[in-house]
């Protein structure tokens, strides 16, 4: 298991991010999905290989986040490895280049977001298997290297629903083993993250945190 940096947090994911599964973080614009990802890169012991679909990814928040933690923001720059893939069709290529690329000296992959190519694309309904097709790449390199895959996902509202839902929801769903959703509070810079589906751990559950120069912090620090 690789730590979230927050102690209520790995709690509520039965001691933090699985390895050889994909466990996917949801939610709407800046709800800290980004910054959780990057700090469980931070914190993790190896190399990281981000898949950045949104350009969300920043070496200056990075080099913050490390520094405020007392690590050496280039140090743990030169650890992350930076893909930017510029469409779906890149996107594919660049996780099915993962299989090569990803060895015993990697411990953490992110794709940030796995759906933001994909929502683009005019042909949706013909790139649903596609989708289903990377994460299956994903999932495969996952317990091939026994690594933790975060995949990061987007929301859309339902309106048979009446409620913000993932993109991609079956598809996602049926190969992300642990679901944890980020959504925002009224308070500035409180968030709470909410586990919808786990392996072992029941479903629910809820922890409160804050973002902050540091990155993802305890509410109570």
């Known amino acids: 298991m690789i730590t979230t940096g927050v102690k209520s947090l790995d709690e509520l994911l039965g001691g933090g991010i699985a390895e050889g599964v994909l466990t996917q973080i949801y939610g709407s614009f800046a709800t800290g999905k980004t910054t959780l990802a990057v700090q469980i890169g931070i914190l ?8 950045d679909t949104e350009g969300g990814f920043s070496p200056e928040r990075l080099g913050q986040m490390a520094e ?3 690590l050496n923001p280039e140090e743990v720059l030169q650890r992350f490895i930076l893909f930017t893939p510029s469409d779906f069709k890149e996107q594919r290529r660049t996780i099915g280049s993962l299989k090569k ?10 794709v940030d977001s796995i759906t933001a190519h994909y929502r683009v694309e005019e042909h949706r309904k ?3 298997a596609e989708l289903g097709k990377q994460l299956q790449v994903l999932l495969w390199i996952a317990r091939k290297n026994s690594i933790p895959i975060i995949v990061i996902n987007q929301v859309h509202f339902d309106s048979r629903a009446g409620k913000m ?3 991609a929801e079956h598809t996602l769903n049926y190969r992300t083993k642990d679901i944890l959703r980020l959504d ?5 810079g409180m968030r709470v993250a909410i586990l919808e589906r786990h392996r072992f751990r029941p479903e629910g559950g809820m922890v409160y945190f804050r973002i ?9 620090e």
């Open 126 to 128: 013909n790139l649903t």
């Open 68 to 70: 405020s933690r007392g």
């Open 212 to 220: 902050t120069e540091k990155g993802i912090e305890e509410v109570n």
């Open 101 to 110: 690329i990803v060895d015993g000296s990697f411990s953490l992959v992110v």
């Open 184 to 188: 925002r509070l009224n308070t500035p």
């Open 165 to 167: 839902k993932p993109v």
């Open 44 to 51: 993790s012991p190896g190399k990281v290989a981000y898949i």
